[in-house]
């Protein structure tokens, strides 16, 4: 089992910057970024290797920066020049395998405009 801890959502407005942070309690590979809004489905945002591979979707490309520590097990998503439609409930993932993945429990960015 791993438990996500992730901090850093709230509010901010456009144009603004945040950064959320991600603590597994051991070692995964794969950590990533998704969000998620009302009615909508679940979006990878950002993802990162344990080599520190990067991906990014298209609409976060060269505004939030995925990145870890993995002597901490912690990764991080730095947001910036946030949009209005940023604003979402953004979830945590991490993975040790393909099959074995876990969520933490999601964490508000609201962008005013």
């Known amino acids: 089992q791993v438990q996500l801890v992730e901090s850093g959502g709230g509010l901010v407005q456009a144009g603004g910057s945040l950064r959320l942070s991600c603590a597994a309690s051991?070692?995964?590979?794969?950590m990533g970024w998704y969000r998620q809004g009302p009615g909508k489905q679940r979006d990878m945002v950002a993802t990162?290797?344990?080599?520190?591979?990067?991906n990014y979707a298209d609409s976060v490309k060269g505004r939030f920066t995925i990145s870890r520590d993995n002597a901490k097990n912690t990764a991080y998503l730095q947001m910036n020049n946030l949009k209005p439609e940023d604003t979402d409930v953004y979830y945590c993932k991490a993975a040790r395998s393909w099959f074995e993945n876990y969520w933490g429990q999601g964490t508000q960015v609201t962008v005013s405009s």
């Open positions: 990162i290797t344990s080599s520190g591979s990067t």
């Open positions: 051991r070692s995964v590979f794969t």
